[in-house]
């Protein structure tokens, strides 16, 4: 149980690196509060890879990484429609959808 906590705060982290990215790309004008940003990806992404790498202890590889990839995609998605106002059209929502049933008979 352990190892898919681990694995699930890696995807959390893994797409909260990426809006910090994100965040840096879009103050890139300010060049201290750019690095400042970078930094914390960076950081929180290294913490993701130290999450990860602890979650195949316990979890197979060709498991664990088709739900790494498939559920930071989903939640970044998910992001950028909230927090960055990015467009949802369809092919996103039928790309969510395959990606969980994906996911899903992965992980069974």
Do not use: D, H
């Not at 982290?13 to 060049?31: M, R």
């Not at 498991?63 to 950028?80: K, M």
């Not at 059209?89 to 008979?105: A, C, D, N, R, S």
């Amino acid at each position: 149980m352990q190892y898919v906590i681990f694995l699930t705060f890696a995807v959390v982290l893994n797409a909260g690196s990426s809006v910090f990215y994100k965040y840096s790309s879009l103050n890139s004008e300010k060049k201290v509060l750019s690095i400042i940003l970078l930094s914390l990806g960076l950081l929180i992404g290294a913490i993701n890879a130290i999450l990860y790498t602890e979650s195949l202890k316990g979890i197979k590889l060709n498991t664990a990484y088709p739900i790494f990839s498939a559920g930071s995609l989903i939640l970044v998605t998910i992001v950028s429609i909230f927090i960055f106002r990015e467009a949802i059209t369809f092919q996103k929502i039928l790309g969510i959808f395959i990606l969980t049933v994906g996911v899903i008979l992965v992980s069974i």
